[in-house]
Structure formats: structure tokens, C-alpha cells
């Protein structure tokens, strides 16, 4: 017992009825439960079913699928060493309004944030800006894909 407050019902009788043997306030949640849990926290085991729609939309997609999953708070990679790449890599990426967006990681770039798409609609993406460019070549088609988009190997 560590002051005098503590120690001054020490050495006092008890009885059942003032109390002294109930370890927690005696309150309606001891007689019913929680009845309202609204702050469960479960992990989903690896290899969970796609539920959110950026996860369909980046499921075969291999490097935007585990960023996903990361953003999401879902467990990526077996061993620690994975799990903290994939932060790494994650830490350039954000997820607003139901879309993965490339942050911006320098004052160079010149816009803050670019929209992520899957890199199999790369190439079609790329013919419709340069064909609603007016078709004014490689250089001014890049140009505006960057500005707008981003996918892996799309200066490739």
C-alpha cells in the first residue's frame, strides 16, 4: 500500500456489504456485458478475398497490390524484413476519395499528387492522351501523363 489514504481502511473490519471485496466498480456493465462493441479489432489472415473496390481494381497488379493492402491496414508480407519494404514503399502513396494517388516527394515535381492506375491500362491510357492531345508527339504526351497519372515503367 503505498500512502496514507491507502492504508487508512487496512485495518478496518469488512463485510459483504461495503464493498471492500469487489476488485472494479459494481455498474450495469458488470451484470449485462458490453452491449454496444463497436471497436472490435480483428486481423484478416493473409490471403483474404479483395473487398475493397481498390483491391479488385489493383489485384493482378504487382506492384500497386501490396501498397493497397498496406494502406487499407491490412498484414503485408510473412517476415518483417517484407513488412517494412512494403512500408517503405508505401509511404510515397495515399488513398482519398476511393482512389490511390502517388504523393508528391519533392518541391520539384510539378503537381503534389498524380492518380495511380493499373499498369495493364498503362498503354490504352496513354493512347487516349495522345490522341486527345492532337497528337503532338512522345515528349508533350509524357508530359501530360505525368501531370496526370502514374504507373509503373510508364516512361518506359
Known amino acids: 500500500v503505498a500512502d496514507g489514504l491507502s492504508r487508512m481502511w487496512a485495518e478496518r473490519k469488512r ?3 461495503d464493498g471492500s471485496n469487489w476488485s472494479v466498480l459494481a455498474d450495469w456493465e458488470a451484470s449485462r456485458g458490453i452491449t454496444r462493441d463497436i471497436f472490435t479489432v ?4 493473409l490471403g483474404t478475398p479483395a473487398s475493397h ?3 479488385m481494381r489493383f489485384a493482378d497488379d504487382l506492384f500497386f497490390a501490396p501498397i493497397v493492402d ?3 491496414g491490412h498484414r503485408v508480407g510473412e517476415t518483417i524484413h517484407e513488412r517494412k519494404r512494403f512500408a517503405h514503399r508505401a509511404a510515397g502513396f495515399m488513398i482519398e476519395h476511393g482512389k490511390l494517388w502517388r504523393v508528391a516527394d519533392s518541391a520539384a ?3 503534389a499528387r498524380t ?4 499498369t ?8 487516349n492522351v495522345h490522341a486527345l492531345n492532337g497528337h503532338f508527339g512522345v ?3 509524357k508530359l501530360k501523363l505525368s501531370d496526370r497519372y502514374f504507373w509503373p515503367g510508364m516512361d518506359a
Do not use: H, M, N
Open 15 to 17: 463485510s459483504d456489504k
Open 53 to 55: 473496390p481498390l483491391q
Open 42 to 45: 480483428t486481423s484478416a489472415p
Open 70 to 72: 498496406y494502406l487499407l
Open 115 to 118: 492518380e495511380c492506375i493499373p
Open 139 to 141: 515528349d508533350s504526351t
Open 109 to 111: 515535381r510539378r503537381v
Open 120 to 127: 495493364s491500362l498503362g498503354f490504352e491510357t496513354a493512347l
